[in-house]
T-cell receptor
Framework: EDQVTQSPEALRLQEGESSSLNCSYTVSGLRGLFWYRQDPGKGPEFLFTLYSAGEEKEKERLKATLTKKESFLHITAPKPEDSATYLCAVGTGGGNKLTFGTGTQLKVEL | DGGITQSPKYLFRKEGQNVTLSCEQNLNHDAMYWYRQDPGQGLRLIYYSQIVNDFQKGDIAEGYSVSREKKESFPLTVTSAQKNPTAFYLC??????????????FGPGTRLTVT
């Protein structure tokens, strides 16, 4: 059974304090690892897709990396507007099915 | 602008009533999905459809039904058989397995409350 575990469950940072969120996974044939941002009461917003170990992608203050067992979402010099829940998901098998983790709730304070 | 719309944003129903949640996309995506989100749990897949007139059960399909008569539309019916229907429901779409495009794009969600 595919499993995705995200840590920490919650993270509080000061503005400018860089940190990383972790997503560890166990799957039978990875067909992509996906990061999403979700604001309260809204649908998840797609951020990145990573397909193979060693791959990295960046968007503004966010950088996602991938190894064979886990992915990290690095947040550099975060701002209060980066506060959200960050979701990780893995795609396996056919049918485009994704298995989601429970997310990391990030709060960035002034 | 291309995107996914879900309506209504909030929905209230009495126990024992069926209710249908709307999902429409104008992204020309082949595949569509329905998820349920509960506090402290990851998104759980209810049903998905890779092509018109075909759909498959996800991990928690009991008490739900869907149809896919048009490429753009994938309505979800929450039946009275669903034991815990109160939740946040999310619709998503993706280009489809053939030709790549695994990323799923989500609608704004419908919050259903059943009392």
């Amino acid at each position: 059974e595919d499993q995705v575990t995200q840590s920490p469950e919650a993270l509080r940072l000061q503005e400018g304090e860089s940190s990383s969120l972790n997503c560890s996974y166990t799957v039978s044939g990875l067909r992509g690892l996906f990061w999403y941002r979700q604001d309260p009461g809204k649908g998840p917003e797609f951020l990145f897709t990573l397909y193979s170990a060693g791959e990295e992608k960046e968007k503004e203050r966010l950088k996602a990396t991938l190894t064979k067992k886990e992915s990290f979402l690095h947040i550099t010099a975060p701002k209060p507007e980066d506060s959200a829940t960050y979701l990780c998901a893995v795609g396996t098998g056919g049918g485009n099915k994704l298995t989601f983790g429970t997310g990391t709730q990030l709060k960035v304070e002034l | 602008d291309g995107g996914i719309t879900q309506s209504p944003k909030y929905l209230f129903r009495k126990e024992g009533q069926n209710v249908t949640l709307s999902c429409e996309q104008n992204l020309n995506h082949d595949a569509m999905y329905w998820y349920r989100q509960d506090p402290g749990q990851g998104l759980r897949l209810i049903y998905y459809s890779q092509i018109v007139n075909d759909f498959q059960k996800g991990d928690i399909a009991e008490g739900y039904s869907v149809s896919r008569e048009k490429k753009e539309s994938f309505p979800l019916t929450v039946t009275s058989a669903q034991k815990n229907p109160t939740a946040f429901y999310l619709c998503a779409s993706s280009q489809g397995a053939i030709g790549g495009g695994y990323e799923q794009y989500f609608g704004p969600g419908t919050r259903l409350t059943v009392t």
